[in-house]
Structures are given as structure tokens and as C-alpha cells.
């Protein structure tokens, strides 16, 4: 079953955690420096805040599969779409280690479908698809930043 990802660039991370676990109901499911996540049910969205250094708002949009045969799906349909796309193997991002596919929609929106192979111990560097798409250089995450 898939669940739909939204990542947001945020300027001050504690009220913007309070807002969303009043708003959601629930406290975030993880919580790192500068980092929380909500995985919820109701709705399904795996729901991101970060405050590490992208421009506040919606940092990009996702589709979160459980199985390498739905990112192929996903995929082919992003290719069939004849938008941008960039596939990743492997990519550290936000705690976590997975396979990608980036796409960017008509308005320059980037969307990333994803199936997630375990845990990382540090905040990975989850622009370098995205700015690759966009054919933007990207910055490694400080020291300060990873926690």
C-alpha cells in the first residue's frame, strides 16, 4: 500500500512540532535534531518537517511504496510522463536509506517515489536528487545540521 509524502523546510522546528502534533493529534513518530516525522494512518502520509536549511514551506512532495515492484510502477508512469527524471540507488535521506525515483511536475514541483530499506544514524543529504533534477548544485549537510 503506498502513502503519500510531504516534506516541509521549516525555519524553527519546536512550534512547528507543537502545530503539527496538535494538529495531527499525535506526537512524531521519530524526532532528531532539526528533524520529525509523522507516520500516520488516518490520514496515510508520511509527513516530514525539517529545519535544516531549505527555504520554508513545502520542500517537496512523495509517493512511499512498500516493495521494489510498486517504485517500478511508480516509475514507468513518471516515465511515461515525459517529465524530468532521475533515478537513485541507494540515497541517504533523512535518517533513512532507499531506492528513488525524482521526477519534476509541469510547475517545477519535485516528487520522489520511494521504498525505504532501513535506518541510517545520521541526517542524509536528500537535496542531491532533487537539485540534480533541477539542474541546481546542492550543499552537503554540516556537521551541526546531522546531529
Known amino acids: 500500500m503506498k502513502r503519500l509524502h510531504v516534506s516541509l523546510s521549516v525555519t524553527d522546528l519546536e512550534p512547528s512540532v507543537d502545530f503539527y502534533s496538535t494538529l495531527f493529534g499525535a506526537a512524531p513518530t521519530v524526532r532528531k535534531p532539526g528533524y520529525a516525522k509523522w ?12 529545519a535544516c536549511g531549505g527555504t520554508p514551506g513545502v520542500n517537496h512532495l512523495g509517493i512511499q511504496v512498500e516493495s521494489e515492484a510498486e517504485l517500478a510502477g511508480i ?3 513518471l516515465a511515461e510522463a515525459e517529465a524530468p527524471l ?5 540515497a541517504e535521506c533523512c535518517f533513512a536509506l532507499s531506492d528513488k525515483s525524482w521526477s519534476l511536475d509541469p510547475q517545477g514541483v519535485p516528487w520522489e517515489a520511494f521504498h525505504t530499506h532501513g535506518a541510517i544514524d545520521h541526517y542524509g543529504d536528500d537535496t542531491k536528487g ?4 533541477k539542474g541546481e548544485s546542492c550543499c552537503a549537510t554540516t556537521d551541526a545540521e546531522s546531529g
Open 130 to 133: 532533487m537539485a540534480t533534477l
Open 75 to 77: 516509475t514507468e508512469r
Open 39 to 50: 507516520m500516520l494512518e488516518d490520514p496515510r502520509v508520511n509527513f516530514v518537517i525539517d
Open 86 to 90: 532521475l533515478q537513485e540507488e541507494g
